[in-house]
């Protein structure tokens, strides 16, 4: 006979028992991950854990989605959607020495007109991913990656998975809405199990734990997701509604500790600078014991209150700050030392290395920059050398281990003939840096003009990288840049794998890029020592190409922030007659822009100089760039007194040092767009 359907007081039994295992299973996962305080042993919580999701099964209406079980992933899905931060997730601004973090506290008391002391909550530098997860009425809705600090990557299936994060706030006094932020992170010892269990499944391991994490977090089947070990800390809140949280940094991460969330045990108040330093040094010992992995510590000033009167420069706080530890560095041996070919024919030796694993990655190469840094050095080939990734990105050789110097071992000497094409090597007196004098009969000139033509702060061919490069100059069909607006659809799609649909989307691509800036334009011709700041000035100046071509060396001298060396070189490039060959044919070819304005002469910003530094959010470096000289402003390369604002944006670098000591007016990114009236819709049809 079949079974009838469960009686009404049977369904409500199981409710009953689905929410007190619900309850229980919460509990102990939150002793067990927030408070490190486990109250029954695994195997109890994997019994509870089974039961309850065999009365879910049986009554699939009880299933809720802050249950426990749905941290086992849902289905695949195609792709991530998009989620806009409501509040930016900032970057921080990065010190790297003592005298940095002070000067961060001084500039914080300066501005708050403040003699005594401040107070700072200091915590470890994770080097995971961050992440924001919202809850709504205490259940948890949505995460999403930090992406570029204004929209991420929904990920809200994938965090479910992650044990430390709680589906539902252990709160009735948590606010209506809270968005928090956090890193997750593979802690040491999962990763190498995990990269274990891959190798012996055959499958490529991760290089460090941070890629762990990333790849883990973006697997498009949370089930995937669910089999990582990942965890996570929770560092502090985007935005509460409906609620309040305590006026202090320290104290609000102990209530969102009471509230379920995993905050790092390392975390703490300190009272001054010194106790951030005295910290940093701790932290700097504790380092190789901790289970995760860090790349340095992390200061914020405690009162909340204060950290909204210090306010923000564009996308990074002033009341907080990244204390870096010093790269990491490693041992090995000089298997070579090669000579590469860059645009303007430079040559750079670069040492091939016995790979090392150093900063959280294998290097294999480093560069000795050029034959001045390789003498000092004196690095041969044999050589015991200390490596290091400069900034923790760019491989550099350290120094040379003398006492262990192979017998015999010969100096490295500069090429007389370029390796690529053969032609002489010319170094001039006084100069570093020597060149390869083939030109375009150079492959390897070829290809980085094509390269440096085609990227995206230049002529932004998207599509166009090193290896299709590489396969249309060994095919001989891109002599110059102009040579790319005469490639067809037809051609393309004869190129090693690529189909009649790549080619078509290359040559769109190509035809798309005809409509660009003079700015942009001028940067892209390659000229030696030309960057984006030269070459809007050199638009701003002349406003359009016809002028300056006409222009004699005197001329270009008289733009602003032009010397003499970049004004010879400009004169120069442009009197060559295959470079003006081929600037005819790019302009034959369709390219154009928009005039350039009066305003680039008497607009509102004329005699204003600008110093760009740091990213924007809004707009790229161009575009900013284009603005401040369509409106009759100069960008310069350099700070000086004589500039009148640095634009600051994310992650500024030593310029903005520089204005700070000069007393050099700084804008952050909204003042900027105010000045120059920018209106983000109207750009956006325009």
Same mark, same amino acid.
């Given at each position: 006979m079949a079974q009838g359907k469960?009686?009404?007081?049977?369904?409500?039994?199981?409710?009953?028992?689905?929410?007190?295992?619900? @309850? =229980?299973?919460?509990?102990?996962? $939150?002793?067990?991950?927030?408070?490190? +305080?486990?109250?029954?042993?695994? *195997?109890? &919580?994997?019994?509870?854990?089974?039961?309850?999701?065999?009365?879910?099964?049986?009554?699939?209406?009880?299933?809720?989605?802050?249950?426990?079980?749905?941290?086992?992933?849902?289905?695949?899905?195609?792709?991530?959607?998009?989620?806009?931060?409501?509040?930016?997730?900032?970057?921080?601004?990065?010190?790297?020495?003592?005298?940095?973090?002070?000067?961060?506290?001084?500039?914080?008391?300066?501005?708050? @007109? =403040?003699?005594?002391?401040?107070? $700072?909550?200091?915590?470890?530098?994770? +080097?995971?991913?961050?992440?924001? *997860?919202? &809850?709504?009425?205490?259940?948890?809705?949505?995460?999403?990656?930090?992406?570029?600090?204004?929209?991420?990557?929904?990920?809200?299936?994938?965090?479910?998975?992650?044990?430390?994060?709680?589906?539902?706030?252990?709160?009735?006094?948590?606010?209506?809405?809270?968005?928090?932020?956090?890193?997750?992170?593979?802690?040491?010892?999962?990763?190498?199990?995990?990269?274990?269990?891959?190798?012996?499944?055959? @499958?490529?391991?991760?290089?460090?734990?941070?890629?762990?994490?990333?790849?883990?977090?973006?697997?498009?089947?949370?089930?995937?997701?669910?089999?990582?070990?990942?965890?996570?800390?929770?560092?502090?809140?985007?935005?509460?509604?409906?609620?309040?949280?305590?006026?202090?940094?320290?104290?609000?991460?102990?209530t969102l500790r009471r509230w379920g969330f995993k905050i790092c045990p390392q975390s703490r108040v300190v009272d001054s600078i010194d106790g951030c330093l005295a910290y940093y040094h701790e932290m700097g010992v504790a380092r190789a014991r901790l289970p995760y992995q860090i790349d340095g510590v992390v200061y914020k000033v405690d009162d909340i209150e204060v950290q909204r009167q210090l306010g923000f420069i564009s996308r990074a706080p002033r009341w907080a700050l990244a204390h870096k530890f010093p790269a990491e560095e490693a041992l090995t041996t000089v298997r070579g030392i090669e000579f590469q070919v860059g645009r303007t024919g430079a040559l750079t030796p670069v040492a091939r290395l016995e790979p090392a694993f150093v900063g959280g990655v294998t290097v294999s190469n480093a560069t000795l920059h050029n034959m001045d840094e390789l003498t000092r050095k004196d690095v041969r080939v044999g050589d015991s050398v200390v490596i290091r990734r400069a900034g923790d990105v760019i491989p550099e050789v350290v120094r040379v281990l003398l006492e262990r110097r192979v017998p015999g071992a010969e100096l490295i000497e500069l090429p007389s003939v370029c390796p690529v094409c053969g032609s002489p090597v010319l170094r001039e007196v006084d100069q570093a840096i020597a060149r390869c004098t083939g030109g375009r009969t150079c492959a390897a000139q070829r290809k980085e003009e094509i390269t440096h033509f085609a990227s995206r702060r230049a002529m932004d061919i998207q599509g166009l990288g090193d290896k299709l490069v590489d396969q249309l100059v060994a095919r001989d069909w891109v002599k110059s840049p102009a040579d790319l607006f005469d490639l067809s659809a037809a051609q393309l799609a004869t190129l090693d794998r690529f189909g009649e649909k790549s080619a078509q989307k290359l040559a769109t691509a190509i035809e798309a890029a005809k409509y660009t800036s003079l700015p942009r334009f001028l940067y892209a011709l390659g000229i030696r020592d030309v960057g984006e700041a030269t070459a809007s000035a050199l638009a701003g100046h002349f406003g359009d190409v016809a002028s300056l071509r006409r222009a004699s060396e005197e001329e270009v001298q008289r733009v602003p922030d032009v010397g003499p060396v970049v004004a010879r070189n400009v004169a120069a490039w442009f009197a060559d007659a295959e470079?003006?060959?081929?600037?005819?044919?790019?302009?034959?070819?369709?390219?154009?822009?928009?005039?350039?304005?009066?305003?680039?002469?008497?607009?509102?910003?004329?005699?204003?100089?600008?110093?760009?530094?740091?990213?924007?959010?809004?707009?790229?470096?161009?575009?900013?760039?284009?603005?401040?000289?369509?409106?009759?402003?100069?960008?310069?390369?350099s700070v000086s007194k004589k500039t009148h604002y640095v634009v600051a944006g994310a992650e500024a670098g030593s310029k903005l040092k520089k204005a700070q000591e000069l007393g050099v007016e700084i804008l952050d990114e909204a003042a900027f767009l105010a000045l120059i009236e920018f209106d983000a819709k109207a750009d956006a049809k325009g």
């Open positions: 469960p009686s009404k007081k049977a369904e409500q039994a199981a409710a009953a028992r689905a929410a007190q295992l619900r @309850e =229980q299973l919460d509990r102990y996962n $939150y002793r067990y991950h927030a408070l490190d +305080d486990p109250e029954v042993p695994d *195997a109890e &919580y994997d019994q509870l854990m089974v039961e309850l999701r065999g009365i879910e099964a049986e009554h699939p209406q009880l299933l809720t989605p802050d249950s426990p079980t749905q941290r086992v992933g849902a289905a695949p899905v195609a792709a991530f959607g998009t989620v806009r931060h409501r509040i930016a997730m900032l970057s921080l601004d990065n010190a790297f020495t003592e005298d940095e973090v002070r000067d961060f506290d001084r500039r914080i008391r300066e501005r708050l @007109e =403040q003699e005594g002391t401040i107070r $700072y909550s200091a915590e470890p530098k994770l +080097d995971g991913l961050a992440i924001s *997860a919202l &809850y709504e009425d205490g259940v948890f809705v949505r995460g999403a990656t930090r992406g570029d600090g204004e929209t991420g990557e929904d990920i809200t299936q994938n965090l479910r998975t992650i044990a430390a994060l709680p589906l539902k706030l252990r709160s009735a006094d948590a606010p209506r809405s809270l968005e928090v932020r956090g890193e997750v992170f593979m802690p040491l010892a999962g990763f190498e199990r995990f990269n274990k269990e891959a190798v012996a499944r055959g @499958e490529k391991a991760y290089v460090n734990p941070r890629n762990a994490a990333a790849g883990s977090l973006r697997q498009l089947d949370s089930k995937m997701t669910a089999a990582r070990p990942l965890d996570l800390f929770i560092y502090g809140v985007g935005y509460v509604e409906g609620g309040e949280l305590p006026s202090h940094h320290g104290a609000m991460l102990q470079n003006a060959a081929i600037v005819d044919r790019l302009v034959a070819s369709g390219i154009r822009w928009p005039a350039v304005s009066a305003k680039s002469v008497s607009g509102e910003l004329a005699g204003t100089t600008f110093v760009l530094t740091g990213t924007l959010a809004a707009l790229t470096r161009d575009e900013a760039q284009e603005a401040i000289t369509l409106r009759g402003g100069k960008v310069s390369g």
